[in-house]
């Protein structure tokens, strides 16, 4: 377990260990659960499918492609719960492939329109 206080800014890095140097990571999903069991009812999305979901979340400069750095401020826990689990999903693509997932940056799903 990792300990923090309310307002604290919490500072990530997540690197890939692999020898070809022309891969790199994605942010795609990141979020805050109060159970290690559930992370998709009650939770609290920092990033989502790429989009920023939470204000205090800032991406920093790394010299390598397989390196994300980001930090995002502590917040209130979910429901009271003195506990929160963090989880997230990364994508790892091939560098300068432009129709990756990492070059779509983020992705705002579409709503269906409801027929008649």
């Known amino acids: 377990p990792f300990y ?3 307002n604290q800014d919490l500072f990530l890095e997540a690197s890939l260990h692999s020898p070809d140097p022309l891969l790199e990571l994605f942010l795609h999903t990141c979020v805050a659960s109060p159970s290690h069991h559930n992370f998709t009812t ?3 999305y920092i990033v989502k499918d790429g989009c920023v979901k ?3 979340y800032a991406s920093f400069y790394s010299p390598h492609r397989h390196t ?3 930090k995002f401020n ?3 826990s979910i429901r ?3 506990v929160a689990y963090l989880q997230c999903q990364l994508v790892v693509c ?3 492939d432009y129709s990756s997932r990492c070059y779509q940056g ?3 799903r579409s709503k269906r329109e409801a027929s008649s």
Request: proline share 8%; aromatic share 12%; net charge positive.
């Open 106 to 108: 983020c992705v705002r």
């Open 54 to 56: 939470d204000p205090t």
């Open 74 to 76: 502590a917040f209130q």
């Open 94 to 96: 091939r560098a300068f």
């Open 68 to 70: 994300l750095r980001f």
């Open 80 to 82: 009271n719960n003195p």
């Open 42 to 44: 009650g939770v609290h």
């Open 4 to 6: 923090v206080s309310i």
